[in-house]
């Protein structure tokens, strides 16, 4: 029988703490202090806790948190900064907003993750960091990134929006570099309900300048010791946050038992289904479960006519966006990152796609290549 299977329903994460939310959001308005209050001071100090780190600062979005640890870093205009070629286009672009200039490489084709055999290749006398992506839910290989990053005196940086919880090596994202930048937008495993961020660091001057430059440059109101910006992450959505983050390792528990039934129950054959694979030392928290596909779009349309719902994770990689003009010429260089956004699917995932929903996923999946 026909089942509708959305790719992610946002309202059960809403509806399962509602009224946990719905009391936090209440104190806040109740209190009358909406900007930079004690919600916002006392997630920084959670979300550090849980992730290991010193020091957390909220922000406006993901991207301005990876904007932020770069200048808080010094680096700008004349340096270079290592990015996957393979990422969502706002790692690139918080690297080209500080003036710097990113230096694409390509992904180990199993994880999707940044190739770190390729790394050293690309270094230049003017790369300064390299800022690795833990794509789909799973880190990047750490341990072998950071042994080249301190052999040719790198900042390693993390992107870290798809990875909330996720581990390597038994330290989870986050502190697993210099510094990191996290997404809270609302389809993350930690989301919000609108835009969220925040750097996590272990240096203080770091943070320290962070948490200055957020805020107009302005460490005591009216005074402003540097340029800074407009991105505060909200006193709402902190509140929010505190509820959700209680939450997070039973919801990535629940994203796991999924991930589990979908590579259990789904066979795969060869390049026509290829199923995600875990990298060494990685604990995955399944942000996405992506597949990939040289029958995509027909399979793609066989799914989405049998009620279940799917997205692509990226169709235009980023050296073929209009933004970045000044790569199209480099697009046969990545032959890997051009076949993943070729055949990538993300299938329906999240901590409350039930299991009868999940089965008949496998099902639908497995009818279609067996046909």
């Not at 080249?148 to 993390?158: M, P």
């Not at 995600?276 to 399944?286: K, R, T």
Request: a negative charge; one cysteine or more; glycine letters at 8%.
């Amino acid at each position: 029988m026909k089942m509708r299977v959305p790719f992610l329903d946002l309202k059960e994460t809403y509806l399962e703490l509602e009224d946990e939310i719905d009391t936090a959001i209440q104190d806040v308005l109740k209190g009358g202090w909406y900007v930079l209050g004690e919600n916002v001071s006392r997630f920084e100090e959670e979300f550090a806790a849980y992730c290991g780190c010193r020091y957390c600062v909220g922000v406006g979005s993901g991207m301005d948190a990876l904007e932020l640890l770069l200048k808080a870093h010094g680096i700008g205009p004349e340096d270079e900064v290592v990015v996957p070629a393979n990422t969502y286009i706002a790692t690139a672009l918080a690297v080209s907003h500080v003036g710097a200039t990113p230096v694409l490489v390509e992904p180990d084709p199993r994880t999707c993750n940044v190739d770190p055999f390729r790394i050293e290749s690309v270094i230049t006398s003017k790369t300064r960091a390299v800022m690795a992506v833990h794509l789909f839910g799973q880190t990047a290989d750490m341990t072998r990134i950071r042994e080249i990053c301190r052999k040719s005196d790198l900042k390693l940086f993390e992107d870290a929006a798809q990875a909330h919880g996720s581990m390597h090596c038994g330290a989870k994202a986050g502190a697993l570099g210099d510094g990191a930048g996290f997404s809270f937008y609302p389809g993350k495993n930690l989301g919000a309900f609108g835009d969220a961020g925040a750097i996590l660091t272990d240096d203080r001057e770091v943070a320290e300048y962070v948490r200055i430059a957020r805020n107009y440059g302005s460490e005591k109101k009216y005074y402003n010791a540097i340029k800074g910006f407009n991105s505060r992450l909200d006193e709402l959505q902190a509140a929010i946050l505190r509820v959700k983050l209680r939450h997070l390792d039973e919801w990535n528990q629940r994203r796991s038992e999924i991930a589990r039934l979908y590579l259990d129950r789904i066979e795969g054959r060869d390049e026509e289904l290829v199923l995600p694979h875990v990298g060494e030392g990685n604990q995955h928290v399944w942000h996405l479960f992506t597949v990939r596909s040289t029958r995509r779009a027909e399979f793609r349309a066989y799914l989405e006519n049998r009620g279940i719902g799917t997205l692509i994770h990226y169709p235009v990689p980023l050296y073929r966006q209009g933004a970045y003009e000044e790569l199209k010429h480099l697009s046969g260089h990545y032959p890997v990152s051009t076949a993943i956004s070729e055949q990538i699917l993300s299938l329906p995932m999240g901590p409350h796609l039930s299991k009868e929903a999940a089965v008949y996923v496998c099902e639908e999946v497995n009818r279609f290549f067996e046909r």
